[in-house]
């Protein structure tokens, strides 16, 4: 860990310095944000002043969340109060004291929740909002690996999505000029059949969905859908975020876009049904990249890391980490040419997890030691 003063430092920097990373493709690129809700302006009536929570207080899934007020005039005491969390009313409070315990059964999953009081007196409205900021219970343990086998991957493959289906892998590659769509033969890593896209697109995610293959590309906010028996193109979708990773859940699609926010998808008009905010013990976990969904958690490739974060899709809470930083060390990447860590595919009938990253010379096997 950093001293005192280092983190000082840091934070100072980091509020001067106007926040770039390297993208997916190696360009420089502002992390993708999502839309934060704001705190409206300060009202023209005041009826009541919200004591508690503090704003963008941070608390953990299973705290008591206490939302207190005070009139604004003890003599012009509000006719009622409207509580609401996370946009659920729960409670209507008429008098003294104005205070209430937001219900457990409303704190289901972590994220930046609003908190919003509606005051009312003789006809008029006052709004008032707060957030609060829920990170997950639990501190997730970091769990090793074991390698079971090596297969070879294509040195010239940027990988992006990955899935295994029926004996063959599925691969998706990235690059302007150089995404692609692939059917690969697992033990000798030979592309079986290949469709490029057009130069201009940066591929990214792909997934499997009722025998269909969705693939997203990374800015242009256009995806396709593919017949996964000849690779025909059956519609194009849009989305309003940029497109990482991918993949299936029962019956909805989930997209990673950069950030902490995992989206579902409904797949025949791809339009968003509900997200959750991933969130370990301690921060948010954003850089969520490549995706796959393992006995009932998602893993996530974190971009720039060799972790794989493994969440849970009800609640955003990350249960575990998977450190693969000793898979394929870092100087024997640069020797190779090679790029980061991304890149999960599950064979479900073999219990079966395969990991790989952008131009590495293998794919791997990986049984995980908890």
Known sequence: MNSDVSKYLSVLLFMLIPAWIFSCSGRPEARPKAAAESIPPEPAVRIARMLLPDNEAGLRLNDKITVSLIPEKEQNLPDSIKIFFDGNAFAVLTSAPWECTVPSS???????????????????????????????????????????????????????????SNGFLYEGTGQEAGSSLREVDLKTGRVLRQLNLDPSLFGEGITLYNNMIYQVTWTNKVGFVYDRADFKLIKRIYYQTQGWGLTTVDDRIVMSDGSNILYFIE????????????????????????????????????????????????????????????????????????????????????????????????????????
């Not at 999953?109 to 990170?135: C, D, E, H, M």
């Open 267 to 370: 797949p025949e008009m791809f339009t968003v049904t509900s997200r959750i905010e991933v969130y370990d013990n301690e921060k948010m976990v954003d850089q969520l990249n490549e995706l796959e969904y393992i006995n009932g958690e998602i893993w996530a490739n974190i971009w720039q890391t060799d972790m794989i974060a493994r969440i849970d899709p009800a609640t955003g809470k990350v249960n575990s980490y998977v450190d693969l930083s000793h898979l394929f060390p870092l100087q024997e990447r640069r020797k190779a040419n090679a790029d980061v860590l991304n890149g999960i595919a599950y064979d479900s009938p073999g219990s079966r997890i395969f990991v790989t990253g952008k131009k590495w010379p293998e794919l791997y096997e990986i049984r995980v030691i908890e």
């Open 106 to 164: 409303l704190v289901r999953s972590t994220g930046r929740k609003p908190v919003r009081a509606v005051a009312y007196r003789n006809g008029k409205t006052q709004i008032i909002t707060r957030f609060v900021v829920l990170r997950s219970d639990i501190e997730p343990q970091i769990f090793g690996y074991q390698v079971v086998n090596t297969y070879p991957h294509d040195r010239d493959a940027f990988t992006q999505g990955l899935f295994y």
